[in-house]
């Protein structure tokens, strides 16, 4: 068995200040063993407890709200207490030859469990994921591989009929994602969650659509979008058909998912050299209010699936984490499909994954890839974090999920008006969105 060591560290009073000690345990050999105390200096000091407060929305605008965030852990005086000794009672002497003891109470599961107490809990393997980068070989196939005119024509124009929840075009929409996603290689596991809820209206009628690669896998990217329009009454012979709101994303996503298909397949080989990491799609149905937006009415689908997903054991049989725990990253698309879109970042905490966004759209713009694309008209513009608007990740985000919301902000002229049509429909911007979000998921996925 290999040696695995746990440092700690303590404190002890020399002269009336308090001196840094460090003491480990360590299991060698099948053999618990605990080395003397040595004199340390600051490098060896470990923080203890702390931690990081979830990301804070601002106010204003529509749909955007405060997200209230978490507090650190410890006390008002000393929120992050130095030491097991000013967590046990101060920094009190005497704490230290019980904390000894302690110590080697405490460890003695580690020695019973062969654990690698150096080895990161998967639930927080999120926080130290990294992308495995494309080559240029790589980013070309993806954008030869990806066909704006194959998902106008197979994806999206079916979708841009009427669809708000519990109307036939809800239904032909639903049964034409789920098509779209039988029809691959790869093998997608796909649920339906459908429950009623209450609504200005009445009881309706909702169904979330989940497609997951591996759901016994560990942890899963997932990207998301809502299915649904909102319901307008009929003016002038026209129905509202959401192009950009969310008729496009839904395509992007079944765009990405048929040219992906071959290497999304892989996901099902097991493999040492690959994190226990899948990816999954949710489109939310109810994401529109049906009148007035209110805590109440919208986001029905989202609100729901949270709260399910945060009670179901995951993986299976689990007694501790949730299917929750297991999302690396939630991905959200909306408003996407009108000329020149601007998507900020909202989150600090998965800043690093927009910067992947903002690397990826200059790489593929140095390597001619992008059409039509000008360099004072970047996509993604990291320039400090605006308010959270409110979609189908607050739910989500309120129980710790990390997010990143790719929204159009300032959102399109098009917005919520019978002009959001396929006329009005950016076909190169949504072929270059789609290059660069293709990019980002093999990358996440290391594939």
């Keep these: 068995m290999a040696a695995h060591t746990l440092i700690l560290s303590l404190e002890e009073r020399q002269g009336g200040e308090p001196s840094p000690r460090v003491a480990k345990v360590g299991v060698v050999g099948g053999e618990l063993r605990l080395w003397p105390a040595q004199s340390g200096g600051e490098a060896t000091r470990r923080r203890w407890g702390g931690g990081r407060s979830r990301p804070k929305g601002g106010e204003g605008g529509r749909r955007r709200t405060r997200v209230p965030g978490l507090v650190t852990a410890g006390s008002s005086r000393n929120p992050h207490p130095d030491s097991p000794g000013e967590m046990a009672g101060g920094r009190d002497p005497r704490v230290v030859d019980i904390l000894h003891l302690l110590l080697l109470v405490a460890a003695l599961p580690l020695a019973v469990r062969g654990v690698r107490r150096g080895a990161v809990d998967w639930t927080q393997e999120k926080n130290y994921h990294q992308p495995a980068l494309l080559n240029v070989s790589s980013l070309r196939q993806v954008a030869e591989g990806t066909s704006i005119s194959e998902m106008w024509q197979n994806d999206l124009r079916p979708l841009l009929i009427e669809r708000y929840p519990g109307s036939p075009g809800s239904f032909a929409a639903r049964q034409h994602i789920m098509q779209r996603i039988q029809r691959l290689q790869a093998d997608w596991v796909l ?7 209450q609504t200005p209206y009445g009881y309706r009628s909702f169904s979330n659509i989940i497609s997951t690669l591996n759901p016994t896998a560990k942890r899963h990217l997932v990207l998301a979008c809502h299915y649904d329009s909102k319901y307008f009454p009929h003016w002038d012979h026209r129905v509202f058909v959401g192009a950009t709101d969310s008729a496009v994303p839904c395509a992007m996503m079944l765009e990405l998912a048929r040219a992906l298909d071959k290497q999304l397949s892989s996901l099902k080989n097991i493999s040492d050299s690959r994190p226990d990491l899948s990816l999954q799609l949710i489109f939310f149905d109810g994401e529109e209010a049906f009148h007035l937006w209110s805590p109440q009415d919208s986001l029905y689908g989202s609100r729901h699936l949270a709260s399910k997903m945060a009670s179901t054991p995951h993986p299976p049989g689990a007694r501790d984490t949730n299917q929750l725990h ?65 979609d189908d990740h607050i739910p989500f985000l309120r129980r710790g999920v990390p997010v990143l919301h790719l929204i159009s902000s300032p959102f399109p002229e098009v917005w919520h008006t019978m002009d ?23 990358e996440y996925l290391h594939l």
């Excluded at 959001?420 to 093999?442: A, Y």
Aim: charged share 25%.
């Design 191 to 197: 649920e339906v969650d459908t429950f009623l809820s």
């Design 326 to 390: 297991g999302m690396d990253l939630l991905v959200l698309l909306d408003l996407i499909g009108a000329p020149y879109p601007t998507f900020p970042n909202f989150f600090p905490n998965t800043a690093r994954w927009f910067g992947r966004l903002e690397a990826i759209e200059h790489e593929l713009r140095e390597l001619g890839l992008l059409k039509d694309h000008s360099s004072e008209r970047w996509y993604f513009r990291n320039s400090g974090y605006g308010g959270v608007i409110q």
């Design 420 to 442: 959001d049509n396929e006329e009005n429909l950016d076909r190169t911007t949504i072929d270059n969105l789609n290059k660069i979000l293709q990019v980002f998921v093999l």
